[in-house]
């Protein structure tokens, strides 16, 4: 499914990812756009505007990448936790 115009991940370079629960370890990639380094963090959010207040979205971080992706999550009032890739809740998604 491809993004709307104007959407987070067009706007701020952010890429899309199938289930980050499922994958073997050495295929879950970096969220941001452009990289393709192993992701080690997951970073949980979600929208209170269309989630509701338990539904956990994940974007997957590598090392380089985790700060900047909490600081746009949180400068908008979607970071919730960041946890590591092994820790991943089973209902996050």
Request: hydrophobic residues 35%; positive net charge; charged residues 25%.
């Amino acid at each position: 499914m491809s993004q709307a115009a104007g959407s987070p991940e067009e706007l701020f370079g952010l890429s899309q990812q199938p289930d980050v629960r499922s994958p073997a370890a050495d295929q879950r990639q970096c969220s941001r756009k452009g990289c393709r380094e192993q992701a080690s963090w997951a970073l949980l959010w979600n929208n209170p505007r269309i989630h509701t207040p338990s539904r956990r979205k994940v974007w997957l971080a590598c090392a380089e990448h985790r700060d900047w992706l909490e600081e746009y999550l949180a400068s908008r009032a979607l970071w919730k936790q960041t946890v590591r890739v092994d820790d991943i809740p089973g209902d996050a998604g």
